[in-house]
């Protein structure tokens, strides 16, 4: 065989390559759980049968890409090449999703002659069949993580999600509203940025140079709940140091008044707080307001694990508990929530994070929560009440109450049994100044350097923020004593009169803080 002659349809190694072909290349991205990963798009043009495909692992969405992009590039009066056009989406052992990828390709293919050298400038934007650049769900999400991640620096995106998108402090936007301004701007180079101005409407208040934001208007009042001083007390204690706390009482004696009362008086959120709930409601397909407003979320408790946690035969998606992120979940008739569901829950109230695991994705939702539940204590729901007979045995009452585990209650705080309706209860505080008194009482903490709150503080952080008199210290370790008291008790003892000493206005904890304290123990 000559030494000249070469196998298949490879070029002889001396032939130069087309100097006429250039690869261009673009960032994108894509949401992989909460977090996005970049994603460079690049675009070659080669002699060949013409045709126009999209590789590197894409969803349906992407392949519909195609379309859309045919039909916005031919009304704005682009003709196709008789070449074949191939569009690679990498790394490609990425699963890339969502709509915001038509914008990059179209521009890809648009200017296949001109050389793109915009190497940190990220392009996102779903396309109409006229052109028309469109926001999407997603990305907002996605350029927070980036932003959040210290990738992303400079953004071409649609101008109709400016006033979510100009939210996020630290990045240039570059809005577009039709496919043939991006072109324009990108083959120009006439980056102008964005400087749309917001203003969060919330009310704000600055501690230990942090800015914290927070709402006036009350929506249900304290005031409308009669007696019940003692859980409303609790209630108290709860939204001021962010508390898991559980309810028990007879049905109507108003446990689900409290719950659905304390997202109004519920602590400030910093600007990334907000941020991080918006993200949230965002991959929920909601749109957010940007207050100042904790969540609350109340699943039913016939609600599936997967709606719960989040989950999905092929992709992970997002659930209550992530949902009720840097707000409250609240479980109304407790023990009928599934067993499985109730131990699965351990991990949020412990780890505050979510992981999901599925054959094809592995997913990780952030879950700061505060964890407020409220159950009857036997099935018929008399058992307490002097004025009604209970009609369960023995075992059907233990049965109901092993539905909750001791690791389970172990994670939760505050524990109130509520008293009984009486004709002579009496209106007593209003939510107003049971609001004052949780930001008294969370400025206490921030001015104390915490960047966690009480109910949430780690091991390390209970031994440096609760420290006891010695009285305390003495009632404390009698109690240990007296009521064979595990570890995590005694952490939660020690975070609960944290925030009664707090409330108090107190710097260190005092023997009257903890006697409360341990009053809020489970019996």
Do not use: W
Not at 30 to 38: E, I, N, R, V, Y
Not at 227 to 256: T, W
Not at 462 to 488: N, P, W, Y
């Amino acid at each position: 065989m000559s030494q000249n002659s070469h196998s298949g349809n490879l070029p002889p190694h001396n032939e130069k390559p087309d100097e006429n072909v250039i690869v261009n290349r673009l960032l994108s991205a894509t949401l992989d759980g909460l977090s996005a990963k970049p994603i460079e798009v690049e675009a070659t043009f080669t002699k060949g049968l013409p045709g126009f495909a999209v590789v590197g692992l894409v969803s349906s969405d992407i392949q519909e890409a195609k379309e859309r992009t045919k039909s916005a590039l031919l009304i704005n009066g682009f003709k196709f090449p008789p070449l074949k056009i191939t569009i690679n989406l990498s790394p490609s052992d990425i699963k890339k999703k969502g709509t915001h990828f038509d914008l990059s390709i179209a521009v890809m293919v648009a200017l296949q002659k001109e050389s793109i050298e915009e190497e940190d400038l990220f392009v996102f934007g779903e396309l109409g069949l006229d052109g028309r650049v469109k926001s999407s769900s997603t990305l907002f999400p996605i350029i927070l993580s980036l932003k959040e991640q210290g990738i992303l620096k400079r953004a071409m995106v649609p101008k109709a999600a400016m006033p979510h998108l100009s939210h996020i402090a630290g990045v240039e936007f570059i809005p577009v509203e039709t496919l043939e301004e991006a072109i324009g701007v990108l083959k120009n180079k006439n980056f102008q940025a964005a400087t749309q101005a917001f203003s969060y409407q919330s009310l704000s208040m600055t501690v230990a140079d942090q800015i914290y934001y927070y709402e006036e208007e009350i929506g249900s009042d304290f005031l409308d709940i009669k007696g019940q001083g003692v859980a409303k007390r609790a209630a108290l204690i709860a939204a001021a140091g962010m508390h898991n706390f559980i309810m028990e009482g007879s049905p109507g004696c108003g446990k689900s008044m409290i719950a659905k009362r304390l997202k109004d008086i519920l602590p400030p959120l910093r600007e990334a707080d907000m941020l991080a709930i918006a993200k949230h409601q965002f991959l929920d397909g909601t749109t957010p307001t940007f207050q100042a407003i904790r969540p609350i979320r109340s699943p039913h408790h016939t609600a599936t694990s997967a709606s719960i946690f989040g989950g999905g035969s092929f992709q992970a998606k997002i659930g209550e508990v992530a949902l009720a992120h840097k707000g409250m979940l609240f479980f109304d008739e407790l023990p009928h929530f599934s067993k499985n569901i109730l131990e699965a829950l351990r991990e949020p109230l412990q780890d505050k994070r979510v992981n999901i695991s599925r054959v094809n994705s592995k997913v990780e939702y952030e879950a700061d929560i505060m964890f407020v539940a409220a159950m009857n204590p036997c099935p018929c729901g008399n058992l307490l009440s002097k004025r009604k007979a209970c009609r369960c045995s023995e075992q059907e009452i233990k049965r109901y109450k092993n539905r909750l585990s001791d690791p389970f209650l172990d994670r939760i705080d505050l524990f109130v049994v509520m008293q009984e309706v009486s004709v002579e209860d009496k209106q007593d505080i209003d939510s107003q100044t049971m609001k004052k008194q949780v930001n008294q009482a969370f400025i206490r903490q921030k001015e104390r350097g915490q960047t966690n709150l009480n109910g949430k503080l780690l091991e390390e952080e209970i031994e440096r923020f609760c420290q006891l008199s010695t009285d305390a210290e003495k009632v404390l370790i009698s109690a240990i004593d007296r009521f064979g008291l595990s570890h995590r008790s005694i952490g939660s003892i020690k975070k609960v009169a944290r925030t009664i000493a707090d409330l108090d206005q107190a710097v260190i904890i005092e023997k009257k803080h903890l006697l409360e304290a341990l009053s809020y123990r489970r019996r």
